[in-house]
């Protein structure tokens, strides 16, 4: 069965789709009520990209690219991606879904940060992933792991 | 028995308590890494706040302001808190600690932000707090709760 990561289109059956998803709230209610008052299905920008399986959507991450100039992690300062919400439905897990969204993201060449659940970090330390010098002015509540392409590194600027 | 709320004083013995606490992690190691380099003791700033029963911490919070500057989410914009961290020892629940260190934090009478955990979103609804509209350039993967003293509302730029 082909499993390519593909941009999701956001329509009621993406909708329905990510309600089967543990981490559904907020980010999914508010795309639903722009879906809801626009007329033409398809047109929403989602930062969502997912895997089928046949018409199942069966994994999915979220993917946002910030401005270079919000960019306290990389030195040297560029657009960089943030990566949230990866997650493979219990039934799907084991056959390397989550490390083909990873691969994808890390495609674009742009560095990455992500702020993962506690159970999740060993397998983004397995993907390569590192965590940064801990911020309080930065980082607040959250402990990070970064991916750096070839030539960047960790940012000084922001830790000190 | 007093259970005042004080802003922690970062020594040894502080580390030693925080090791009780489930969110314990890069803010922390770095907190103990601080004073491992430094021969004075309580010299370090601490954005967390707890509650004693004897010697025995047995709740806290963390707290940072941050600038007005920096501010999405409250009209006008201001200073404002993030408050991360909330977190009472399991045998010390259900005595209002945790209740007393959120009225602590709005105390000082500056709007607060939040990201809970989803477990503990009742409990801030019920303290006040209110979700924001979603927006995803500003939240990404969060979904904070805010809450607003009198004379503030919601900011729409930050969702625009």
Redesign the interface.
């Known amino acids: 069965m082909p499993t390519e990561v593909q941009k999701l289109k956001i329509n009621y059956k993406t909708m329905e789709d990510f309600k089967h998803f543990k ?1 559904y ?3 999914e ?2 795309m639903l009520e722009d879906l809801q008052t626009n007329f033409v299905e398809d047109e929403i920008d989602s ?1 969502f990209y997912g895997i089928y399986y046949g018409d199942k959507l069966v994994a999915r991450m ?1 993917l ?1 690219k910030r401005d270079a100039k919000y960019d306290q992690y990389f030195d040297p300062p560029q657009d960089y991606l ?1 990566l ?2 990866l997650e493979v439905l219990p039934d799907y897990q084991e056959k390397g879904l989550g490390t083909k969204l990873v691969n994808y993201a890390k495609s674009f060449k742009m560095p990455i940060k992500t ?1 993962p659940r506690m159970n999740s970090r060993p397998f983004f330390e397995k993907m390569g992933f590192e ?1 940064v ?5 930065r ?3 959250e ?1 990070p792991l970064v991916w750096y392409p070839e030539g960047v590194s960790e940012q000084k600027r922001g830790i000190e």
Chains 1, 2 share one sequence.
Do not use: H, I, M, R
């Open positions: 981490e709230g907020a980010q209610l508010s930062p979220s946002y943030e949230w919400k702020n965590p010098t801990y911020s309080v002015e980082d607040l509540g402990n």
